[in-house]
């Protein structure tokens, strides 16, 4: 894969349907993120994780849930989706605790939530 | 709350230098990053200053100054695939994972 692989690039959702964004990296970055993009805002933290089994909330966490169980993947699942989550979503991953390392960034998810 | 300042907008000619700016007021700092995020696309990371001073990676420079909260992204030789966004972030103190904060970003357009 080489680097962050995310799925699917765009959708448009039915408000109240669940969906799960596929986020997976093959560099054996320990930290991930998600992030969205919206016009005006910039990139807002929704969820991280330090490490493959923990977890932790964002800036906008709401109506989010995320899971690590393995190093690779990190998914993040709306459980039940309103318009105001309609954005573009980035996964990030960098190797934790190196500051002067940046984040490498997924290609992104561009949801439409109607 | 954090707050990361830079201009909406810039237009630049192709061969020139533009400079863009970047103020930041935050509750600790324990560096700043620059992306550049083309239309469409994902960001991608540029420079990461923790100290003040000038740092030079080939057409682009970055320079801190922690004391004033400022920094600037330096772009010399314009070209055209320059046109894009230019994010400016800040890494903060968090106990429990690094805490980055961006900004809106600056859309700089490159003309002929």
């Known amino acids: 894969i080489a680097g962050i692989t995310q799925a699917p690039t765009s959708q448009i959702l039915a408000a109240g349907r669940r969906m799960t964004l596929r986020c997976t990296q093959d560099?054996?970055?320990?930290?991930m993120y998600w992030y969205r993009q919206d016009l005006g805002l910039g990139l807002r933290l929704i969820h991280y994780s330090n490490t493959a089994g923990t977890t932790g909330k964002g800036e906008v966490p709401d109506g989010y849930s995320v899971s690590r169980a393995n190093t690779d993947d990190f998914p993040l699942t709306l459980a039940s989706a309103v318009p105001s989550q309609t954005s573009v979503y980035f996964c990030?991953?960098?190797?934790?605790?190196?500051?002067?390392?940046?984040?490498?960034f997924g290609s992104g998810t561009r949801l439409t939530v109607v | 709350g954090q707050n990361i300042d830079q201009p909406t907008e810039m237009t630049a000619t192709e061969g020139a230098i533009v400079q863009i700016n970047c103020t930041y007021q935050t509750s600790g700092f324990n560096g700043l990053f620059w992306y550049q995020q083309h239309a469409g696309e994902a960001p991608t990371f540029l420079s990461y200053n923790v100290l003040d001073g000038l740092e030079e990676k080939g057409r682009f420079s970055s320079f801190l100054s922690r004391s004033k909260g400022y920094s600037y992204l330096l772009l010399k030789e314009l070209q055209m695939k320059d046109s894009a966004s230019y994010l400016c972030?800040?890494?903060?103190?968090?106990?429990?994972?690094?805490?980055?904060?961006f900004g809106t970003g600056t859309k700089l357009q490159v003309i002929p």
């Open positions: 560099m054996r970055h320990n930290a």
């Open positions: 990030a991953s960098r190797i934790q605790g190196t500051g002067g390392h940046g984040y490498t």
């Open positions: 972030a800040v890494s903060l103190p968090s106990g429990g994972y690094q805490k980055v904060t």
